[in-house]
Every structure is written in structure tokens, then in C-alpha cells.
């Protein structure tokens, strides 16, 4: 059971939007930054979204991230078939004084 | 160009001791915080452990219950984690992980993985 909650999976077809949540507590998102990671299988995972919502050079801006209180979403626009990944939550707890990731979510774009 | 590049992985009978290294070059290794983060066959990232720049801070996951020892030499840019008392939930693709002075779980690079397969 991880820390940070998001949905296992989610879809779409290409072209169109997906968001993706990662919800958490005071002592996590609401208190410390949220990033984002791109995972393709086989291999390491790569930073998408760091400090709530920046985007590091080379990440296109169809990835954009928000947050608000103790929820982080991120969202892709334009959706293509190369995004077909796991993205995970990822975030400093406080309280707990450890690291915590989401479960991650597996994208498919139909 | 940030490297991160990780060995010492392989296969360790239950009750096992093995040691991970951590190789960092392109950029001042003592000035990051670093992480160790794990990821089970099929499953999610767990982190595992993270330590500061100069050593003051570490933080071990909970699940570990002291059987994990992370340490780093920035004469040598390099980060350790000694793993005791290996159980077959151990094995698991070991990543070492940049995070940032001001923020630990600000992962910016990830190095490619050591895989660690705990069976007998």
C-alpha cells in the first residue's frame, strides 16, 4: 500500500487528454514538492515534472503538473503512442521522515 | 553530463550480506543528497534510503528495520548501500538516484540499475 494513492491505469486515444492524480496527505504533498517520473519498461525512470510543476529542458510542454492542498495531478495533452508509459507520484514526508512514491499508474494510448 | 552508474548487484543466498556502489560523475558529487530507490520485478518504486551531501542527514524506509547501511565517500563520488540480512522481498532493480540540495526527493538523474536476486 503506497503512501501516495493514484490510479492503477488510465486511457485514452491519441490526440486527445489525460490527467493523472496522486493524492496524499499534509505531511507529504501539502508540505513538500511534488515531482513526476516517466517510466518506460526495461528501464530507469526519467524526471517529467519537478517542484510541483516544472517542466526540466527537453520535456515537452504537452506535460504540465498542478497542485493544490494535499493532491498533485499531472496532465498530457496531444496524447501520442511514445507516451505509452508508468508514471509515478513522488514526494518528501515530513512527519514520517522516509521518501514516498505513488504506485504508479500504467498509461495506454488506444 | 551527470553519470550515475551503479554495481555490485547479483545473486545472494537468503541471510546474504552484499554491498551496492554508486559511481557519480559530471557534476560536485558532495554538493546533492542521494537516494536509493528500489523497484521489485513488476511492481513500483520503493524508495529506499537517502543521505545528504556531507553526511549529516539519512533516512532509511521503515520496512528495512536497520538491515540497510548507506554511505558515501565524495573523495570517490561514490554512493554505497550495504544490504544485510538479504530476503527473497529484497530482490529488486536497486537505482541510485540524484536528489537536490534543497530537496532529497527532487530526483533529477537515475542511474541504469543493479539488479539484486535474493534466492538459494
Known amino acids: 500500500q503506497s503512501v501516495l494513492t493514484q490510479p492503477p491505469s488510465v486511457s485514452a486515444a491519441p490526440g486527445q487528454t489525460v490527467t493523472i492524480s496522486c493524492s496524499g496527505s499534509t505531511s507529504n504533498i501539502a508540505s513538500n514538492y511534488v515531482s513526476w517520473y516517466q517510466q518506460f519498461p526495461g528501464t530507469a525512470p526519467q524526471l517529467l515534472i519537478y517542484?510541483?510543476?516544472n517542466r526540466p529542458s527537453g520535456i515537452p510542454d504537452r506535460f504540465s503538473a498542478s497542485k493544490s492542498g494535499t493532491s498533485a495531478t499531472l496532465g498530457i495533452t496531444g496524447l501520442e503512442t511514445g507516451d505509452e508509459a508508468d508514471y509515478y507520484c513522488?514526494?518528501?514526508?515530513?512527519?514520517?521522515?522516509?521518501?514516498?512514491f505513488g504506485g504508479g499508474t500504467k498509461l495506454t494510448v488506444l | 553530463e551527470v553519470q550515475l552508474v551503479e554495481s555490485g548487484g547479483g545473486l545472494v543466498k537468503p541471510g546474504g550480506s552484499l554491498r551496492l556502489s554508486c559511481a557519480a560523475s559530471?557534476?560536485?558529487?558532495?554538493?546533492?543528497?542521494m537516494n536509493w530507490v528500489r523497484q521489485a520485478p513488476g511492481k513500483g518504486l520503493e524508495w529506499v534510503s537517502s543521505?545528504?551531501?556531507?553526511?549529516?542527514?539519512?533516512a532509511f524506509a521503515d520496512s528495512l528495520k536497520g538491515r540497510f547501511i548507506i554511505s558515501r565517500d565524495n573523495t570517490k563520488s561514490t554512493l554505497y548501500l550495504q544490504m544485510n540480512s538479504l530476503a527473497a522481498e529484497d530482490t529488486a532493480v536497486y537505482y541510485c538516484?540524484?536528489?537536490?540540495?534543497?530537496?532529497?526527493?527532487?530526483?533529477?538523474?537515475w542511474g541504469q540499475g543493479a539488479l539484486v536476486t535474493v534466492s538459494s
Open positions: 513522488g514526494t518528501w514526508d515530513s512527519s514520517r521522515r522516509v521518501g514516498v
Open positions: 538516484a540524484r536528489g537536490q540540495p534543497y530537496h532529497i526527493m527532487t530526483i533529477d538523474y
Open positions: 517542484d510541483d510543476y
Open positions: 543521505i545528504s551531501g556531507p553526511s549529516d542527514y539519512i
Open positions: 559530471g557534476f560536485t558529487f558532495s554538493s546533492y543528497s
